[in-house]
């Protein structure tokens, strides 16, 4: 099966930010990746309840990898000559 995907992995360690500003910037930043403008939106300042219970974490990257699939789907090559296979089966 053929997909497109973009992909990364990022190895490090992490640890909880522990000021009040920084972990409600951080989720300022997360909340408007995620759907623009969002903060803007929301009850904010986070109640003590919100803040207690939520855990951001900053992250030290030592090393990371990516990886990207492009293009339209295409059959394996030991597939190709194989009219059984290309007749009926699709990618």
Not at 10 to 32: D, S, Y
Request: no cysteine; hydrophobic share 30%.
């Amino acid at each position: 099966h053929s997909y497109n995907y973009r992909s990364a992995v990022l190895r490090g360690f992490a640890k909880p930010v522990e000021t009040t500003e920084e972990k409600v910037w951080a989720m300022e930043q997360i909340t408007n990746k995620v759907v623009p403008q969002r903060w803007q939106n929301t009850r904010t300042p986070p109640d003590k309840v919100e803040m207690t219970s939520t855990m951001i974490l900053r992250v030290t990257i030592e090393s990371g990898s990516g990886k990207i699939r492009d293009g339209g789907p295409h059959d394996e090559a030991k597939d190709e000559d194989r009219e059984d296979v290309t007749s009926r089966v699709w990618v």
